[in-house]
């Protein structure tokens, strides 16, 4: 077992069903995990958790849940990272993303990785509940908003290759920055909104409108839009 990983007994508590769904939780927030544990945890049997791609590739591999709850953005390459290396030698194992996010790329990203489904943490225990034992059975599952950013995918409405492509290069913050400028945010509120500097953003967006070569806020807007990232 590694550092980072927190195994959990397998036993079930007085009333608790049989057959119920094993499920290993990654997050690298401990506090949403606690929270996810309190919530599902008299309906699925939590068999393990992890916080990194690292100690969720161990965990999965080690104790072969029926679904991973995983969240897109993990230390040490993403949640596709944890799903690319599983699938490698556990091509059978089901995911379902749970994330604060639902950025088209990310939803795009996880799903092309491997994920059954996608949900964000707005979602209620009971919704979850439902959500892991379909996807345990084989189903996909989205928050309706979301399934519309699959289906353009699906459709060609989305160029995937251009969103990868061009997102890989900003990092998560300059990302978040990215979003909330298209949003029409200043860059006082964007401050903020981040608890960052007003040079920190500036920094940001010439970083941001460098690596996509645009050449202004206009520019940076569109580009966002038509990606559907805002």
Not at 186 to 207: D, G, P, Q, R
């Amino acid at each position: 077992m590694s550092e980072n990983e927190t195994a959990l007994p397998e036993t079930t508590s007085p009333g608790r069903a049989p057959q119920q769904r094993r499920v290993v939780i990654v997050d690298d927030h401990a506090m949403f995990r606690s929270g996810v544990r309190h919530d599902i945890g008299p309906f699925v049997t939590i068999v393990a958790e992890a916080e990194d791609v690292p100690s969720a590739v161990d965990a999965i591999t080690r104790t072969l849940p029926d679904v991973v709850l995983l969240d897109v953005h993990l230390p040490g390459g993403g949640g596709a990272e944890v799903i690319k290396q599983v699938h490698a030698t556990h091509p059978d194992q089901r995911f379902l993303a749970l994330s604060v996010s639902d950025a088209a790329e990310d939803v795009i990203g996880v799903i092309r990785a491997g994920a059954r489904g996608y949900v964000t943490k707005s979602i209620s225990a009971p919704e979850l509940v439902e959500a892991v034992g379909r996807v345990a059975e084989g189903d996909a599952v989205f928050s309706p908003r979301l399934a519309g950013f699959v289906l353009d995918a699906f459709s060609g409405a989305i160029d995937l290759a251009s969103i990868d492509e061009d997102l890989d290069r900003l990092s998560p913050r300059e990302r978040e920055v990215l979003r909330l400028i298209a949003r029409g945010y200043a860059y006082k509120e964007v401050a903020k909104e981040l608890f960052i500097s007003i040079k920190t953003v500036e920094t940001h967006v010439s970083s941001v409108l460098r690596k996509l070569q645009l050449s202004n806020r206009h520019q940076l807007t569109r580009w966002a839009t038509d990606r559907k990232l805002v």
